[in-house]
């Protein structure tokens, strides 16, 4: 059974940093498209960045996040990061991590949350000003 846990979410201030986590269990990472995505409070959910395992691990991020946020992976212990770093306001969000195993799902799909099979049970970023 392919299970994605995201942990590290919490309260901080405007231009501080989190790294979230997403482990996954029941795959390999060899073969595989993890999104993270985000839903703020009476918003749709976004696909703010992907890596894909299809392509050397190459990763993209969305407009609202690139220069800020960083998806990495870590093969060894099965987890992927998503490094934010001088967090805003409006980043305020609950985060979720996503697997796919299409080969196109990232980048061709990136940010398009029905592309994606499994997810994870979220984690809570609230950011103060």
């Known amino acids: 059974e392919v299970q994605l846990v995201e942990s590290g979410g919490g309260l901080v201030q405007a231009g501080d940093s989190l790294r979230l986590h997403c482990t996954g269990s029941g795959f390999t990472f060899d073969d595989y498209a993890i999104g993270w995505f985000r839903q703020a409070p009476g918003k749709e959910l976004e696909g703010i960045s992907c890596?894909?395992?299809?392509?050397?691990?190459?990763?993209y991020h969305s407009d609202s996040v690139k220069g800020r946020f960083t998806i990495s992976v870590d093969n060894a212990k099965n987890t992927v990061y998503l490094q934010m770093n001088n967090l805003r306001p409006e980043d305020t969000a609950v985060y979720y991590c996503?697997?796919?195993?299409?080969?196109?799902?990232?980048?061709?799909?990136?940010?398009?949350?029905?592309?994606?099979?499994?997810w994870g049970q979220g984690t809570q970023v609230t950011v103060a000003s």
């Open positions: 996503a697997a796919d195993f299409g080969e196109e799902t990232c980048p061709t799909y990136a940010y398009d949350s029905t592309s994606y099979g499994h």
């Open positions: 890596i894909s395992g299809y392509n050397g691990g190459k990763t």
